[in-house]
């Protein structure tokens, strides 16, 4: 079998293993916003997660799972909604390159690229709650 192929069999039951993990999932009190950021292979997607009518205390700066190959934005959604609702946190999910189209280092350049855009975000300091 093609690696390309057993590839996207992979991420099809990954996918719906999630689905199913979440099938019962409340949705909760969370507002999110796409974003691209500029990375070193081009831009790098972000979805932002903010807790709906209050303020965050603090950022989490979140990869999502997958072992650098499989998990996406979509597929940790239910997981960075209740991150942000019960800690009130905001959240800063990556879609970060995934392996094998782009080989390593990519996921962990992109993974940094994002670590250094949130630091200038918050004013160039990487003191503070994040």
Not at 15 to 39: C, D, F, M, T, Y
Request: positive net charge.
């Amino acid at each position: 079998m093609p690696r390309s192929l057993k590839t996207s069999l992979l991420r099809r039951y990954y996918r719906a293993l999630n689905a199913w993990a979440w099938r019962r999932a409340k949705r909760l009190p969370v507002v999110s916003e796409e974003r691209e950021i500029p990375g070193p292979g081009g831009t790098i997607g972000l979805r932002i997660y903010r807790p709906a009518g209050a303020e965050a205390e603090r950022t989490v700066l979140y990869f999502h799972g997958g072992g650098w190959v499989l998990g996406d934005l979509e597929t940790h959604r239910p997981f960075c909604e209740q991150l942000c609702a019960n800690t009130r946190s905001e959240v800063v999910a990556v879609d970060y390159r995934r392996a094998p189209e782009a080989p390593f280092p990519a996921a962990v350049d992109d993974c940094v690229a994002a670590a250094s855009w949130l630091v200038e975000r918050n004013g160039g300091s990487e003191q503070g709650p994040v």
